[in-house]
């Protein structure tokens, strides 16, 4: 049995949470921001996947993934489909690293990520989140009786 007590978990997973949800505020804002030509920029990255199509479209997104999953992240709200997103982003991300040669040194900050990303999918935001609160208010509900 762990040493760590429950609420120190649910606890650290919020401190998580809100800082790197925080600087994913930060790092996709500007890119939301950014308008179409560094969309199309950004968006370019995809084709390292063979998708050459729609870059503005690409770019756009990865700056939502970005910012809506910082946002979601740090509320704890469908904080799974955010991190699939967040994490899909990161793939991207890491690609154009090894596609531009900048090897894994070029790339660690998205694979980090993308590691953070998984870990968090399979261990959940914990009990201060909204996901959590909406999933007990479930079940406290009453049944409806017709």
Known sequence: MSDIQPNRIDTGLLILRIGLGGMFLFHGL???WGGPERWAKIG??????GIHSYPEFWG???GMAEF???????AGFAFRPALVLMMITMTVAASSHFARGQGLGGASH?????????S??????????LDW????????????IT
């Open 44 to 49: 370019a990255a995809i084709g390292n996947f």
């Open 60 to 62: 756009f997104m990865a």
């Open 120 to 129: 968090l999918i399979l261990v959940g935001p914990g009990k201060h989140s």
């Open 110 to 118: 998205a694979v980090e990520n993308g590691i953070v990303f998984f």
């Open 30 to 32: 500007p890119k939301i």
């Open 133 to 144: 609160w909406i999933k007990s208010r479930r079940k406290s509900a009453p049944a409806n």
């Open 68 to 74: 809506g999953g910082g946002l979601c992240l740090i």
